[in-house]
């Protein structure tokens, strides 16, 4: 069985019907308004609802952060690149392709910034790295639900077939020539962040066509990751925003 808690990670994902959902378990003791909508809407949708305590929901997330809702639901369904480069919301393509996160609290983070910033999917690998598991969907706020998620074998390979269909890759690295924002996002383009502490590998970045940087003032050489994900996508968005105006 597969567990997703939170109740907007719950309530996104109804509203996306991604998932299968076996049932949801609420926890007796919350009445509010938030709750009774999340009811509603299982009942619209004929999944079943179950009210538990907070030790058994606890038992069923493996935390107590699940805000008295547990629903039971079947794994999250990935996607090829092929259905993220299709999935093109604007003028210009914007994916995001990640190179190893390791932090579900950081992905989470960055899936909810992408659907934010209106990215057509983003790209992870299969090994070495975190999937969409419960608490990624949490930290997300239910975004993970939304944006079509890509798992590859090879990140660097990824890249090579991106540019094969004229999207241009920027990766984000310290040693970046150029600034972030001095980049024209006018264009096709994959953002590359790397892993945590190990930024992109040397293969993957040598595979970029633009290595940009975010200047760092302090004593500190670089951001959070997912701090880092916000403030290169949101650059994108505002020179896009600029140009339709």
Known sequence: MNYIYGINSVIEALKARGRTFAWVAVAKERHDLRLQRLVEECRKQGVAV?????????RM????????????TSAKQYNNL???IAAKRGQHSLIVVLDGIED??????????????????????????????ATVTKASAGASEHLPVAKVTNIARTIEELKEKNVWTVGLDERG??????????????????????GLHDLVAR?????????MLGKVPSLN???????VLYEVVRQRRKKSE
Not at 109 to 126: F, M, N
Request: net charge negative; hydrophobic share 45%; proline share 4%.
């Open 50 to 58: 179950r009210v538990e305590s907070r030790a058994e929901l606890d």
């Open 61 to 72: 997330a493996g935390n107590n952060a699940h805000q008295g809702v547990v629903a039971v």
């Open 82 to 84: 092929e259905d993220v």
């Open 104 to 133: 579900p609290h950081n992905l989470g983070a960055i899936l909810r910034t992408a659907d934010a910033c209106g990215a057509d999917g983003v790209v992870i690998p299969e090994r070495r790295a975190v999937g969409i598991t």
């Open 177 to 198: 020539p150029k600034t972030y924002d001095a980049m024209n996002y006018n264009m096709d383009c994959a953002i590359v962040l790397g892993a945590e502490g190990k």
């Open 207 to 215: 595979k970029c066509d633009f290595l940009v940087s975010i200047p």
């Open 225 to 231: 990751v997912s701090v880092a994900a916000g403030v």
